[in-house]
């Protein structure tokens, strides 16, 4: 079975604080991609980042770094010294072979000023 | 650039009338994406093309939902007929993507369209 888990529904933070977003999934499959994505609250969504199963390598951008672990099935998602723009809702995806994508329920952040 | 452009922005039709969602992707991009988002299920991709052939339309919900891309700077979703439960945010995203089976890089999405089934 093919499954997205965002345990956290909603997070609150106080700004400068550091927030880990995880994202746990399920497949059989050995190539899949993974991705997140922020949906700000005016509701427009934005890719953040797309990783294949081969690459394990974490990945920095800026404030933003993504953990990536096979052996836990897990690809969290880190954003150092939180800023209140980052308050949005944060989706995870699954895509193994065949194309079809596995969302995650999404974790909406809270970055208090 | 001008970015991914989706219109109209907001729809209100009534139950049983056709409705068609329009995008234009981003010049040089060979990839399109359709996605529907409702409280209930959630994000859902619906439908992607790549070099305007489509390539998996697994996620469309049921017959009356169908997408055409014509041409590389234009693509439609089509409801007919509509429902209340087709009321979402519909978006579509484009990406330059490597090959048919391979289309995810970067994607940009449309700012959405909001569409309410009377």
């Known amino acids: 079975a093919q499954k997205v888990t965002q345990a956290q529904t909603e997070i609150s933070v106080v700004e400068k604080e550091d927030v880990t977003l995880d994202c746990v999934y399920e497949?059989?499959?050995?190539?899949?991609?993974l991705f997140w994505y922020k949906q700000p609250p005016s509701g427009e969504l934005v890719f953040l980042i797309r990783r294949n199963s081969f690459d394990e390598q974490n990945e920095i951008s800026g404030r933003y770094s993504w953990n990536f672990q096979k052996s836990t099935s897990s690809f969290n998602f880190t954003i150092t010294a939180s800023q209140v723009v980052d308050s949005a809702v944060y989706f995870c995806a699954l895509i193994p072979p065949g194309n079809q994508f596995y969302f995650g329920t999404g974790t909406s952040l809270t970055v208090i000023p | 650039d001008a970015g991914v452009i989706q219109s109209p922005r907001h729809e209100v039709t009534e139950m049983g009338q056709e409705v068609t969602l329009r995008c234009k992707p981003i010049?040089?991009?060979?990839?399109l994406f359709w996605y529907r988002q409702t409280m209930m299920r959630g994000l859902e991709l619906l439908i992607y093309?790549?070099?305007?052939?489509?390539?998996?339309d697994s996620g469309m919900p049921e017959d009356r939902f169908s997408a055409k891309m014509p041409n590389a700077s234009f693509s439609t979703l089509k409801i007919q007929p509509s429902e209340p439960r087709d009321s979402a945010v519909y978006f579509c995203a484009s990406s330059l993507g490597l090959t048919p089976g391979q289309p995810y890089n970067e994607q940009f999405f449309g700012p959405g369209t909001r569409l309410t089934v009377l």
């Open positions: 010049s040089g991009h060979n990839s």
């Open positions: 093309f790549n070099n305007n052939v489509p390539i998996d």
């Open positions: 497949t059989r499959d050995t190539t899949y991609y």
